[in-house]
Nanobody
Framework: QVQLVESGGELVQAGGSLRLSCAAS????????VGWFRQAPGKEREFVSA????????WYGDSVKGRFAISRENAKNTVNLQMNSLKPEDTAVYYC???????????????????WGQGTQVTVSS
């Protein structure tokens, strides 16, 4: 089992940058697939990004490609999401999630992740 805690969310102006972190505790974090998802008020949860256990493969949702970058430091049990060129439509609660199984299949599906953090609020003002 793994426990996840997100941090780094805050209010930022459009065009600015933020770095979110997901700190993990528990067994074998280095073997997990980790994803970032977001949910804005009144909207469905949206896939943002995912990274495989080694950090060698990463995927992004269409709305954030070219602006966000995911990375992980297994020695520190941390996954980071660097968010650049932020837009008001990026405003949401951001969640990190982890799973031990499934390979790279359905990395974009929140339902495939067993463990979730409590979320961190990102607000982008225009």
């Amino acid at each position: 089992q793994v426990q996840l805690v997100e941090s780094g969310g805050e209010l930022v102006q459009a065009g600015g940058s933020l770095r979110l972190s997901c700190a993990a505790s528990g067994r074998a974090f280095s073997t997990t697939m980790v994803g970032w998802f977001r949910q804005a008020p009144g909207k469905e949860r949206e896939f943002v990004s995912a990274i495989n256990w080694s950090g060698g493969s990463a995927w992004y949702g269409d709305s954030v490609k070219g602006r966000f970058a995911i990375s992980r430091e297994n020695a520190k049990n941390t996954v980071n999401l660097q968010m650049n060129s932020l837009k008001p439509e990026d405003t949401a609660v951001y969640y990190c999630a982890a799973r031990y199984s499934g390979g790279r299949s359905s990395y974009y599906s929140g339902g495939s992740y067993a463990y979730w953090g409590q979320g961190t609020q990102v607000t982008v003002s225009s």
